[in-house]
């Protein structure tokens, strides 16, 4: 299931590289964390949400077809905090 979802995913990106698909289990449940570059969220997301849609069904279905379990959720990485400037003195 990972290797479909990474096959899908780097098709719709611009960043390939910066795909990273996490398995976890969550009591029979595999959720795959998808981290990606930040200009290829709303690629991967789409219009009103269709392209992530289409995705988790076609995931599931194939999930399904193996009694396995499994959800795709996409992980937004926090910009790193950056130190307000030293004040001059």
């Known amino acids: 299931m990972q290797a479909f979802l990474d096959y899908v995913v ?3 990106v611009d960043h390939p590289e910066q795909v990273t698909i996490t398995p976890v289990e969550r009591g029979g449940l595999t959720v795959y964390e998808l981290r990606l570059h930040p200009d290829d969220v709303g ?5 009103q949400g269709a392209m992530i849609s289409a995705i988790r069904t076609l995931l599931q ?3 399904a077809r193996r009694g ?3 959800a795709v959720e996409i992980v ?7 130190p307000p400037p030293a004040a001059a003195v």
Do not use: D, F, N, Y
């Open 76 to 82: 937004e990485e926090e910009p790193s905090a950056t």
């Open 68 to 70: 396995l379990r499994c």
């Open 10 to 12: 780097k098709g719709v």
């Open 61 to 63: 279905a194939g999930a």
């Open 43 to 47: 690629k991967v997301i789409g219009k």
